[in-house]
């Protein structure tokens, strides 16, 4: 399926949002270089967007503590709270999953595309609920 209209005419996109990660560093360059080659030929403003606030703004309406989760590889994910409304771009940290787990004072909901790294058993009676699947990759 293509992503230009029939017959190469303007898609009428204005905006092309890529992610500045958290990310393999190979992975967030390919991104930023083929969203600034569409931005170019479709005439676009380019804009982008750390995961953790991808995360965050689809979860804007809960109110529990919620944390960006990422591989980081090497047993370790990237991190990332939002505990009330940011005004700027949230810290990011690496930490070992089950330090992450430990560390947590307050019910948490998990987000993000290291889900899977937290082991359930560890989660297992800290009041930490995974957001819904949709929530793994914004």
């Known amino acids: 399926r293509?992503?230009?209209p029939a017959g190469g005419e303007d898609p009428g996109i204005g905006l092309v949002v890529v992610s500045l990660g958290p990310g393999s560093w190979t992975g967030i360059r390919t991104g930023i270089s083929f969203g600034a080659g569409l931005a170019a030929g479709w005439g676009a403003e380019i804009a982008g967007v750390h995961l953790p606030e991808s995360v965050f703004l689809g979860l804007e309406h809960v109110s529990r503590p919620v944390c960006c989760v990422a591989n980081a590889f090497r047993?370790?994910?990237y991190c990332s709270f939002r505990?009330?409304?940011p005004r700027a771009?949230?810290?990011?940290?690496?930490?070992d999953p089950r330090e992450l787990v430990r560390s947590l004072e307050e019910p948490t909901i998990f987000a993000g595309p290291a889900l899977d790294e937290l082991d359930p058993p560890l989660l297992a009676g800290r009041r930490v609920r995974a957001a819904?699947?949709?929530?793994?990759y914004p």
Do not use: M, N
């Open 2 to 4: 293509s992503i230009l």
């Open 75 to 77: 047993g370790k994910v």
């Open 83 to 85: 505990r009330k409304r």
């Open 89 to 95: 771009a949230p810290a990011i940290e690496t930490k």
């Open 132 to 136: 819904a699947p949709w929530f793994r």
